[in-house]
Nanobody, 115 residues
Framework: QVQLVESGGALVQAGGSLRLSCAASTSIRSINSMGWYRQVPGKQREFVAMITSGGMTTYAYSVKGRFTISRDDATNTVYLQMNSLKPEDTAVYYC?????????WGQGTQVTVSS
């Protein structure tokens, strides 16, 4: 089983930056992939970015070039660096892990971008 704890959400002005963190309770070297998703009220949760155990990354088109996902195996933490933030990036951001064929989610962290 994996526990995920997100942090770093905040209120920021458009054009600003934030870095989200996702701390895992187990070695992320053993986790197939870790990713970030986001959700606004009334809409489905959507994919933002993913990084595999081998270090391959994938991004949603809407964030490509602005967001960067990375991992620190020493601290079992995955990061999402978000630059050039837009009001439409406002959402609750969730960390997800795929581990032993199961999905695990964190509790989410709120990101609000003001115009």
């Amino acid at each position: 089983q994996v526990q995920l704890v997100e942090s770093g959400g905040a209120l920021v002005q458009a054009g600003g930056s934030l870095r989200l963190s996702c701390a895992a309770s187990t070695s992320i070297r053993s986790i197939n992939s870790m990713g970030w998703y986001r959700q606004v009220p009334g809409k489905q949760r959507e994919f933002v970015a993913m990084i595999t155990s081998g270090g391959m990354t994938t991004y949603a088109y809407s964030v490509k070039g602005r967001f960067t996902i990375s991992r620190d195996d020493a601290t079992n933490t995955v990061y999402l660096q978000m630059n050039s933030l837009k009001p439409e990036d406002t959402a609750v951001y969730y960390c997800r892990a795929v581990f032993t064929g199961r999905l695990y989610w964190g509790q989410g962290t709120q990101v609000t971008v003001s115009s």
